[in-house]
């Protein structure tokens, strides 16, 4: 099983850029897809991108898609999510999760997703 832990999360201007981590400890990192979730207030979580146990792989979400960039680093043990180009309406909780299923394009489920973090706050102010 995998623990999974967020940082990076903050205060920001539109227009900025934040980077998140994704650190993991446990089983094996490299045995997991990963993926970033977000929740906005009163919304329901929403996926955001994915990336391969390799890291070969990448999908996003539509109101992501060159905005933000996933990449992990399996010396590291880490996920990250980069975000660039910020709106008010990427304010969020971001989640980190964890999966052991085969790779597929459009996997944006929650149940997809066995393990997750706390979460780490995003705040876009305009």
């Known amino acids: 099983q995998v623990q999974l832990v967020e940082s990076g999360g903050g205060l920001v201007q539109a227009g900025g850029s934040l980077r998140l981590s994704c650190a993991a400890t446990g089983r094996t990192f490299s045995t997991y897809d990963m993926a970033w979730f977000r929740q906005a207030p009163g919304k329901e979580r929403e996926f955001v991108s994915t990336?391969?146990?390799?890291?070969?792989?990448?999908d996003y979400a539509e109101f992501v898609k060159g905005r933000f960039t996933i990449s992990r680093d399996n010396a590291k043990n880490t996920a990250y999510l980069q975000m660039n180009s910020l709106e008010p309406e990427d304010t969020a909780v971001y989640y980190c999760?964890?999966?052991?299923?085969?790779?597929?394009?459009?996997?944006?489920?929650?149940?997809?997703?066995?393990?997750w973090g706390q979460g780490t706050q995003v705040t876009v102010s305009s």
């Open positions: 999760a964890a999966t052991t299923r085969l790779w597929a394009y459009g996997r944006h489920g929650r149940a997809e997703y066995a393990y």
């Open positions: 990336i391969s146990r390799s890291g070969g792989s990448t």
